[in-house]
């Protein structure tokens, strides 16, 4: 199991900037990818940014140049920096972790508002 915890969500204007943060614990080395995803009211959950095991990193076109995932493996917590926030990234953000037999496990999200 992985228990993952997300923090960092809040209210920010457009063009400002966040940081999430996501504590990862429980059967961590079992872990084959980690990123996040983002839920919009009335839309699908969409994959935002993912770090895949050797280092792979894969964005979603719409946060590409704006948006950087990174990882502390010694505070064995992830990030999300997000700069040049716009409306249209107003979500609550989910934190993901698959493990080598392909079972994901979900933090509880935090929510992210882009308004002024």
């Known amino acids: 199991q992985v228990q993952l915890v997300e923090s960092g969500g809040g209210l920010v204007q457009p063009g400002g900037s966040l940081r999430l943060s996501c504590a990862a614990s429980g059967s961590i080395s079992s872990i084959n990818r980690i990123g996040w995803y983002r839920q919009a009211p009335e839309k699908e959950r969409e994959l935002v940014a993912t770090?895949?095991?050797?280092?792979?990193?894969k964005y979603a076109d719409s946060v590409k140049g704006r948006f950087t995932i990174s990882k502390d493996n010694a505070k064995n917590t992830l990030y999300l920096q997000m700069n040049s926030l716009k409306p249209e990234d107003t979500a609550v953000y989910y934190c993901n972790a698959r493990n080598w037999a392909n079972v994901d496990f979900w933090g509880k999200g935090t929510l992210v508002t882009v308004s002024s």
């Open positions: 770090i895949i095991s050797g280092g792979t990193i």
